[in-house]
């Protein structure tokens, strides 16, 4: 029954009670850096969150493309001789991944690996009337790619089911060129290949740029039309877990010779802010962590200062030194439960109004911020923890307070 | 022959060891107390009178001499066995009534048995309340004791001395803080307790009548026994 330290208990939870205000005042003061921190980590990681999905689901995991030409000098400086030669870098022409249907069975094996999309693209020229537009034309295996870009999340009119004479275009290269859907469009390549083509789809990436470059043929169309008939450019892959798209590049680059480049590496810019907001809300929190640390045990310094008579008695009564310790460390905890039980009440006040404020101008929340039970325990753990630590010193301070000094007051 | 409580060999007490300002307050103290005795101890302000009751309680140690509490020697124990010991043997009885005032009257009375044992029973609040009786309190059992009057508040500190049923009872002017009225009745009531239980009482006071109404009077000057008068 010792092991209950009752009464322990008893003795800090009427001390806490006595000194009503000194702990309605560190409470609240707990409370509110746990709040702040519950409402940063919920907001942070709800945008991050975001981000990461906007920007995964309009690109692949990996892309596995043909590796970059390069020269090689014919003649090769011998011992003692210098070779003077201007080496100019090749001009990268649109060509095909070698033996392609082997890779991608090769990619469907591995187990890291959820989708294997093989695609063509290439430059080409949107025509209507005397306009035209420059767009990137993507020939796609449809029920593949699904997997790797959800267009059916993104289309905004028709259908992303293209047969060989139909074309998905994006919102901004609709509007810029004035049509609509089942308008017919006519596609010619460099080549002097051309197709007229009808508009079965019209999508929204979210991104300019890529609403108005962006078009999506059948595999075979864009084969015919870029004159690359039976080839890929590029093969995109899904991966089970996307911050291992790096490692898993790298391993497939090995085992394939063939570029592979990671929607990571190709977004490092993307990557070192994350980080960067990362680590600074983490220090923020840190810091919230201290102050609050420090706000409890200033608290306790005082109160074990204005315990001192009690301590006295405590200890003049055949109350041991770890009772007296314990009685401090037990309120320390208590403040630190208390106060982040409260602020996590309060950080979910705070994230409920957010919801309900920040919105888009269309009325739809600006992104998804989920309240996970997990932060809220997670806080309360830390908070008490703190406490804990944060009680040690002022109830060492008590334990070894000299009961005949206490008494004298 | 009584058996003896506490007895006291060639007791010193000095404070600031080894530095120019080196004081010795107890210079030699022998001095016994047997069991039911109610002895009154005596003497001007300064002469040691508290350095003497807290080393008789336990609460602080003597430079040199030894002390022994129901016939175990105490200078070799550790900081947790004295306070074991305290606990068990001694009962504190304070001239500003020292209670703990977030508590009640009656939490007051158990705070010795619930220190001893971590958690309360039955028997504990049994014991605390037959306590009360004794000092005329019950009906206040449950009055935070920051309410009480200083003479109530005296009364619950006699039972919580009295809770673990010690050998010894050390007031430090228990009526010192009081009017006349309350500490006579203060007085009487631990004169009827040593009666009724046998348990020794060493009070220090200032009030030359109530010293004389004890067993025997010790009386300290700096530092020293100068007499001792048995009644």
């Known amino acids: ?409 | 022959m009584a058996s003896t409580v506490l007895r006291l060999e060639a007791v010193r007490k000095s404070y600031a060891i080894g530095t120019p300002v080196e004081t010795e307050v107890l210079h030699g103290i022998d001095l016994q107390l047997d069991k039911g005795e109610f002895v009154a101890l005596t003497g001007p302000s300064g002469s040691g009178k508290s350095t003497l009751l807290n080393i008789m309680g336990l609460l602080d140690r003597p430079s040199t001499g030894k002390l022994f509490i129901n016939g175990a020697e105490t200078s070799r124990m550790d900081e947790a066995q004295l306070t074991q010991l305290r606990g068990q043997a001694i009962g504190f009885v304070f001239q500003t009534h020292l209670l703990l005032t977030a508590f009640t009257a009656l939490e007051n009375v158990m705070m010795p048995m619930l220190l001893q044992r971590g958690h309360p029973d039955e028997l504990m609040r049994e014991r605390a309340l037959t306590l009360l009786e004794q000092v005329g309190l019950s009906k206040w059992q449950n009055n935070l004791v920051s309410n009480m009057s200083g003479g109530q508040q005296q009364r619950v500190a006699i039972a919580r001395a009295l809770a673990l049923n010690p050998s010894l009872v050390l007031a430090d002017e228990p009526t010192g803080n009081l009017d006349t009225k309350a500490a006579e009745s203060v007085f009487e009531l631990m004169r009827k307790v040593n009666q009724d239980s046998g348990t020794t009482f060493l009070m220090v006071t200032h009030n030359v009548a109530m010293a004389q109404r004890c067993d025997r009077t010790v009386d300290l000057v700096d530092g020293m026994i100068v007499s001792e008068q048995k009644k």
Not at chain 1, 31 to 36: D, L, P, T, W
Not at chain 1, 354 to 370: H, K, L, Q, Y
Request: net charge positive.
């Open chain 1, 1 to 409: 029954m010792n092991s209950l330290l009752f009464f322990e208990w008893i003795a800090a939870i009427r001390f806490l009670r006595e000194g009503r205000m000194q702990t309605l005042f560190i409470i609240s003061g707990v409370a509110i850096g746990v709040g702040v921190i519950v409402f940063m980590s919920a907001l942070l990681s709800g945008l991050q969150a975001n981000l990461f999905y906007r920007l995964l689901s309009s690109q692949p995991h990996i892309v596995l493309e043909r590796p970059k030409q390069v020269v090689t000098p014919l003649h090769k400086a011998g011992p003692g001789q210098q070779l003077l030669a201007a080496i100019q870098t090749p001009q990268q022409r649109v060509s095909s991944v070698d033996q392609w249907q082997k890779v991608r069975d090769q990619m469907r094996l591995r187990k890291d690996i959820l989708a294997v999309s093989p695609t063509v693209t290439g430059p080409a020229f949107a025509v209507k009337g005397s306009s035209n537009q420059a767009i990137s034309l993507t020939g796609i295996d449809i029920d593949q790619y699904i997997k790797i870009v959800p267009l059916h999340e993104k289309m905004v009119a028709g259908t992303y089911r293209v047969t060989n004479n139909d074309i998905i275009i994006g919102t901004q290269l609709a509007e810029d060129m004035g049509m609509q859907l089942y308008d017919k469009l006519r596609v010619t390549t460099a080549g002097g290949a051309n197709r007229t083509l009808t508009i079965v789809g019209i999508f929204d990436f979210g991104n300019r740029s890529a609403n108005q470059r962006t078009t999506f043929v059948l595999l075979s169309t864009a084969q015919n039309l870029l004159n690359l008939a039976g080839a890929v450019t590029s093969i995109d892959i899904t991966v089970a877990d996307p911050y291992a798209a790096e490692t898993i590049a790298q391993s497939i680059a090995s085992e394939t010779g063939l570029n592979a480049l990671s929607w990571i590496a190709s977004n490092s810019q993307f990557f070192q802010g994350m980080n960067a907001q990362s680590m600074s809300s983490m220090l923020i929190r840190l810091f919230v962590g201290l102050s609050v640390a420090a706000g409890i045990a200033s608290v306790l310094v005082v109160s074990v200062v204005q315990r001192q008579k009690d301590i006295g008695i405590l200890r003049a009564m055949g109350g041991s030194r770890g009772q007296v310790m314990r009685v401090f460390l037990i309120q320390g905890a208590v403040v630190g439960l208390l106060g982040s039980l409260l602020g996590s009440f309060f950080g979910f006040l705070l994230l409920t109004a957010w919801r309900f404020g920040a919105r888009n101008p269309d009325g739809t929340s600006m992104f998804e911020i989920v309240l996970d039970p997990k932060l809220f325990l997670f806080a309360a753990l830390i908070a008490t923890f703190t406490g804990l630590v944060a009680a040690v010193t002022p109830a060492i301070r008590a334990a070894r307070l000299d009961p005949v000094v206490a008494i004298r007051g």
